[in-house]
């Protein structure tokens, strides 16, 4: 293992909201390797957009960075003050944003928002710059003139992959990059995403609620649930062998051609993150709860596979596997 | 392109074809006869016209009340085309378009002054009070100014020129110019123009610099909660480019709305402000004609002023593309 490119830390992040504070994001921690896949699911409210954008310090109120470290080329991201904070932003850390219909300025043309990041980090740039990130998304180098309402969704998403990479990040963050698309742009764009990323060695944080999409794209995947990160682990195991009652029942819920007709969810409704229940915030909807999970937080479990899971089962499942 | 800009400019001559019809029509549908009332007017108050009839057959002849409407509508439009707007009655013979004109240049230059500069600051203001990051002490300031905007521009005339006018008497409480100066194009003549501007455009700019903040700080706020602005702040951009270049300009297509059409009626003048500033311009022209039911005056002001809304509306559409490039491809 090589030195991680990002350190990610006990990341606690809060909303205040009026009824009290919501705990969007508990403890989270991970290391991304370069060149690293890694994806974060969960269902809505789990945390993992939030927690993907306060990797950038992009979290806007009432939502606050309460503790934690997100460190990267040696700079804390959530300590770092704002000029050092804006010089890592979009050069060693780039965003893909969730919702590309909105997510480039729809007064300027695509140059002009090339133009715009080279010139915040002190780098010409010139049209056959533009031309050639363009192209290595798939793109004609006479969108540069386009203004983003003349671009499909499709090809809005590939100019956002562009400008993600354009000052060769050592770190791309991908919150839903294909939510909004449908399923052959998805996966094309999901594929534009993996090449460049490859060519450039960069690592991925991919976001997403699709476990069958995240079990093509990532190496490692995140489970998160109720803004904690519940199993961390690569996607073979997870897959093949999920530790986590809550992973298991997010696999079990893919629908397949076994029985048509039959919609398997998980029981119950994701906890309220202002009051999260006491002990494991699962245990009212886990099958496996027993006294010790309304009693007590399982701590992270580092099992021998290097998997690290929130379970006081962890270890029982294994040996029942 | 073209076909957008044909299509502005046809639909602006079609308003102003429309605008100089109504115009033409509004007095005639009117109930009861103008000139029958005015003589009836004048024999009331002992006036001698001899034979009524007569007079207003001779009158109707005059103004070519007689022939037919379409004749009447046609040679009207043909000297609405040349901007002949016809004879004062209270002042008769002056042209109404000379006196029209002769105005103008004071409204325009009062009005004109004081609405662009209270749309920059108030507009900059509004930006500032929506941005996290502004300096806490520009909210200080700007709370007066946003109170200021509920007050009509006429009342703070009122007491502007009771301050700065009669307690304190450091500004010129009349005119747009002393009274028996010869005007003349030196900076003598544009220095006294302006310090007589003073009081009537600060009125107006303090009660309408708050109109527009409000407005520019909403727009701005929902702006900023857009997701464009996050991906501009992930990019690393400096907070100055964002502010202008991603919200600001994002912002301000409603404003420049707003500050057209202000600048399209500005042709009729503030007529309270040049009321009570007895300022020479287009309002208190207009304000005069009513009094002395000057009905062409009326006329040709209404006339002057949908033409300029029309003309007014027209640059905006030409100038909206070049800040909104998605207006130029919806159909409208």
């Given amino acids: 293992m090589s030195a991680p490119v990002l350190s990610v830390r006990d990341l606690v992040v809060e909303f205040a909201t009026s009824r009290g504070v919501a705990h969007a994001v508990n403890s989270v921690s991970f290391d991304l390797e370069p060149g690293e896949r890694l994806g974060l699911v969960g269902e809505s409210g789990s945390g993992k957009t939030t927690t993907a954008l306060a990797l950038m310090r992009l979290i806007r109120p009432p939502g606050r960075i309460v503790g934690g470290s997100v460190v990267i080329d040696g700079v804390d991201v959530i300590a770092a ?59 004609d180098p006479g ?65 997403g609620h699709d476990m069958g999409l995240m079990a093509q794209f990532a190496h490692r995947v995140g489970v998160m649930y109720a803004g904690r990160l519940v199993e961390l682990g690569d996607v073979r195991r997870i897959f093949a062998d999920p530790r986590h009652p809550y992973t298991r029942m997010l696999i079990d819920s893919l629908p397949g051609f076994g029985q048509r007709g039959v919609f398997k969810g998980i029981p119950g409704v994701a906890p309220s993150l202002l009051a999260p229940p006491p002990g494991c915030p699962f245990h009212p909807r886990c099958p496996r709860a027993g006294a010790v999970c309304s009693a007590e937080l399982p701590p992270p479990l580092d099992l021998p596979d290097g998997r690290i899971v929130r379970c006081h089962f962890a270890q029982e499942a294994a040996d029942a596997a | 392109m073209l076909p957008y800009l044909l299509r502005r400019i046809g639909m602006a001559a079609l308003v102003v074809f429309v605008a100089v019809s109504v115009n033409f029509m509004i007095p005639r549908l009117m109930p009861g006869d103008a000139v029958e009332q005015q003589l009836s007017a004048i024999s009331a108050a002992g006036g001698q016209v001899g034979d009524i009839q007569a007079a207003a057959a001779a009158l109707r002849e005059r103004y070519g009340l007689d022939r037919p409407l379409l004749t009447q509508y046609l040679d009207y439009l043909g000297h609405a085309a040349r901007l002949d707007l016809g004879v004062s009655i209270a002042h008769y013979p002056e042209r109404v378009a000379e006196g029209v004109l002769a105005s103008l240049p004071w409204t325009i230059g009062l009005l004109g002054t004081a609405t662009l500069i209270s749309f920059v600051v108030g507009t900059m203001l509004g930006g500032m009070l929506a941005w996290p990051g502004a300096p806490r002490a520009l909210k200080v300031v700007a709370l007066p100014l946003v109170v200021l905007s509920a007050v009509p521009y006429f009342m703070l005339g009122v007491v502007l020129l009771a301050i700065f006018g009669l307690a304190w008497p450091v500004l ?43 407005a520019m700080r909403g727009m701005l706020v929902g702006v900023l909660g857009e997701d464009h602005i996050m991906l501009a702040e992930a990019k690393g951009l400096s ?4 502010f202008f270049a991603y919200g600001m300009r994002n912002a301000l297509l409603p404003q420049l709305t707003q500050l057209a059409l202000k600048l399209g009626l500005l042709v009729s003048g503030a007529i309270l402000v040049e009321v009570i500033f007895a300022y020479p311009g287009i309002g208190y022209r207009l304000y005069l004609a009513i009094g002395q039911k000057d009905l062409f005056v009326i006329q040709g002001i209404v006339l002057l002023l949908s033409i300029s809304i029309a003309l007014v509306m027209l640059l905006l559409d030409l100038l909206y593309p070049l800040i909104d490039p998605r207006v130029t491809t919806r159909q409208a």
């Fill in chain 2, 172 to 214: 010129p409480v009349a005119g747009g110019f002393p009274f028996g100066h010869v005007p003349q194009a030196d900076l003598q003549t544009t220095g006294l123009i302006l310090y007589h501007a003073i009081l009537p455009a600060a009125s107006i700019v303090l009660a309408s610099l708050g109109t527009w903040a409000v």
């Fill in chain 1, 81 to 139: 003050a704002t000029a050092a904070l804006r010089r890592l932003r979009g050069a060693r850390i780039a965003l893909v944003p969730q919702g590309a219909m909105n997510a480039l300025n729809p007064v300027l043309t695509i140059a002009t928002q090339f133009e715009d990041l080279f010139a915040a980090h002190g780098q010409p740039c010139t049209r056959a710059r533009i031309a050639e990130l363009l192209a290595s998304v798939g793109l």
């Fill in chain 1, 143 to 207: 969108v540069a003139d386009r203004h983003p309402h003349e671009l499909s969704g499709g090809m809005k998403q590939r100019v956002c992959i562009a400008l993600a990479v354009a000052l060769r990040p050592a770190v791309i963050v991908a919150d839903e990059p294909t939510s909004a698309l449908d399923v052959i742009v998805q996966k094309q764009v999901l594929r534009t995403l993996a090449r460049v990323q490859r060519e450039l060695g960069a690592a991925v944080v991919m976001v």
């Fill in chain 2, 239 to 242: 907070p100055r480019r964002i």
